[in-house]
């Protein structure tokens, strides 16, 4: 049997900001299938930039990005992505145009993230775990298969850090339908512990990357280094 397609591929991207500082230079990766992926590397490593151009929110000065399926960008503060008032219209509006009748699909992506019965819900009524919970159901709904999560916990109180990426995790394990493709995610964290419990992990240095390790292999290599050079 084959092995599943890459649903990432990126060649050589830079990008320059502005003011002429580099975030990625000659930044080349490719996710090595579908899965629960994740990214480390210190404050100005260009990881949230890098999850950014793939989501097309920044254009590259230069080099290619190959993306077999829709993506997504979650971000940290789900406040900063979150739109409307109540949960059900919500996802409404990430529905992809054309889409039939919308209660069936809006429930079904409730379900999905652990929400059923929130359609009807404001989201101001929500806490911080069930707003990113929200925000994952909204990418869900628009039909995007590949997840930008950037650091998607860093925000949230211990439970409900380990719901969220409990439930990615469940996520990307859940086989796929006859019509759709697995599901992946890529996930920027800064938090060693979550790196146990996805399927790879590399270490963003200056702009390029390094190679795909084990999470608890790569937790152990980034808890020897000199203090305040991990993560960040």
Known sequence: MNAPASPL?????????????????NCSLELPGPGLWMLVGGNGSGKSTLLRL?????????????????????FQNPDHQLLLPGC???????????????????????????????????????????????????????????????????????????????LIRQLCNNPPGESSPPLSALWVTHRLEELELCDGALRLERGRPGRWQKGPALRLELEGLPRGRATG
Request: hydrophobic share 45%; proline share 9%; with cysteine.
């Open 9 to 25: 591929r990126v060649e050589g991207l830079r990008f320059r900001w502005p003011n002429g500082t580099p975030a990625l230079d």
């Open 88 to 166: 059900g219209s919500e996802l409404c509006f990430h529905l992809p145009k054309g889409q039939g009748p919308r209660q069936a699909p809006v429930e079904a992506a409730l379900a999905q993230v652990g929400l059923a019965g929130f359609a009807s819900r404001p989201i101001h009524s929500l806490s911080g775990g069930q707003k990113q919970r929200l925000a994952i159901a909204s990418a869900l709904i628009s039909g995007a298969r590949l997840l930008l999560l950037d650091e998607p916990t860093a925000l949230l109180d211990p439970e409900s850090q380990g719901e969220v990426l409990a």
């Open 54 to 74: 793939i989501a097309g929110l920044l254009e590259p000065e230069a080099g290619k990005i190959f993306c077999q399926v829709p993506p997504a960008l979650v």
